[in-house]
């Protein structure tokens, strides 16, 4: 998501980036709407999202329907645990599952067997930290927190990296995204959180803050290669078909899945009030 050349976009491409920022508008009206009121909708929205993760993970992956199911039921176990404030019953589930699933598929022959233990990692984790972090007493501020940085990354280092152009970082992965893109991305993350964060959450620590932002909006990136690294590895343009021409649902929260399980972490051990 990061930038890519500075020439002048075809009308064809401003026609689809205007498509994007729709698209991204309305996604992030409703995902701030449902953080606010919280409760069973926020979680609800949450184990969607995450099934929908796991579920396209698997097609990419061709792993067979009936290997699928299962997946989703230890994802939806997992999240009603970290709704009801059991994260670490929740985290043990996941994390028994994930051992289930990498022993039975060393015993039987199929598609993508060696990454479905992986998949219901990468879909389980962000699922619990988000709704354990929602469940804390300022949990509307840090889930907040969490989805803005990654959002301000994003769009700051499309935009940087658009109009300055400059050195990409790994071709060869991604090719449109340039270190241009990931400074431009950074800086925005450090101004959004040390504002932001230092205000609300941890209050006159905004130095410290930013500097995390800045931390954070690498992490979020990195969670950008790792999925278009995924995608070139399965020879899969987008990770699927929901949004239309827009991709799917981990093309939109490449950087969330990763930046959510750091922030909890993180937030777990500076002592957010529980």
């Not at 931390?215 to 343009?237: M, P, T």
């Not at 972490?265 to 529980?274: E, K, N």
Request: proline share 5%; net charge positive; with cysteine.
């Amino acid at each position: 998501m990061a930038g890519s050349d500075p020439a002048t976009p075809p009308p064809a491409a401003r026609s689809g980036l205007v498509s994007r920022i729709v698209i991204g508008l309305f996604l992030a009206v409703l995902a701030m709407a449902d953080i606010w009121v919280g409760g069973p909708a926020f979680t609800a929205l949450v184990l969607l999202g995450v099934c929908l993760i796991f579920w396209e993970w698997a097609v990419m992956h061709h792993t067979p329907g009936h290997w699928r199911i299962p997946g989703l039921g230890a994802i939806g176990a997992t999240a009603v645990l970290a709704h009801v404030g059991r994260p670490v019953e929740a985290l043990l589930v996941l994390g028994t599952s994930i051992l289930v699933f990498a022993i039975l598929s060393a015993m039987v022959r199929m598609p993508g067997k060696r990454w479905l233990s992986t998949g219901l990692a990468y879909a389980g984790l962000p699922a619990v930290a988000l709704i354990w972090m929602r469940g804390q007493t300022d949990g509307f501020a840090l889930v907040m927190w969490t989805m803005a940085l990654v959002w301000v990354t994003d769009s700051l280092a499309y935009f940087s990296g658009r109009s300055i152009g400059g050195p990409k970082i790994w071709p060869a992965i991604s090719p449109n995204k340039t270190w241009a893109g990931l400074i431009g991305g950074a800086l925005g993350a450090a101004l959004f959180s040390g504002l932001y964060a230092g205000t609300y959450l941890w209050e006159g620590r905004h130095l410290l803050l930013a500097l995390v932002g800045a931390a954070l909006a690498v992490v979020a990136q990195a969670g950008d290669f790792f999925e278009s690294w995924l995608k070139r590895r399965a020879g899969v343009k987008d990770s699927g078909r929901l949004l239309g021409s827009h991709g799917g649902i981990m093309d939109r929260v490449d950087g969330l899945v990763p930046v959510s399980c750091v922030v909890a972490l993180w937030a777990a051990l500076a002592g957010v009030a529980v």
